[in-house]
């Protein structure tokens, strides 16, 4: 089993910065993928950033290039979303979201189903 706790959510204007963290305990974190996910009202959940077991491969979705990074601590268990340069349509519930299927994989999935266990979200809105 793996638990996953999102933190860093909140209510910023629009081209500010939020970072999101994610707390993993359970299983051995530093062996798997960890993703960032998000949903937006009444849409379906997207995926915005991902990165490998060691950290060395890193994926994200246009939409957020350029503004979000991923990081990870495996000495802390805990994978980030750092975001800058925030817009309205940033607005969303975040998921961090563990690919332990496949131990030190160094490739990343986009895909939802891929992901074997979630977080419960935090809330990002972002005011124009």
């Known amino acids: 089993q793996v638990q996953l706790v999102e933190s860093g959510g909140g209510l910023v204007q629009a081209g500010g910065s939020l970072s999101l963290s994610c707390a993993a305990s359970g299983r051995r974190f530093s062996r798997y993928a960890m993703g960032w996910f998000r949903q937006a009202s009444g849409k379906e959940r997207e995926f915005a950033a991902a990165i490998t077991w060691s950290g060395g491969t890193i994926d994200y979705a246009d939409s957020v290039k350029g503004r979000f990074t991923i990081s990870r601590d495996n000495t802390k268990n805990t994978v980030y979303l750092q975001m800058n340069s925030l817009k309205p349509e940033d607005t969303a519930i975040y998921y961090c979201?563990?690919?332990?299927?496949?131990?030190?994989?160094?490739?990343?999935?986009?895909?939802?189903?891929?992901?074997?266990?979630w977080g419960q979200g935090t809330q990002v809105t972002v005011s124009s």
């Open positions: 979201a563990a690919d332990v299927t496949h131990n030190r994989r160094s490739t990343l999935t986009r895909r939802t189903q891929d992901y074997n266990y």
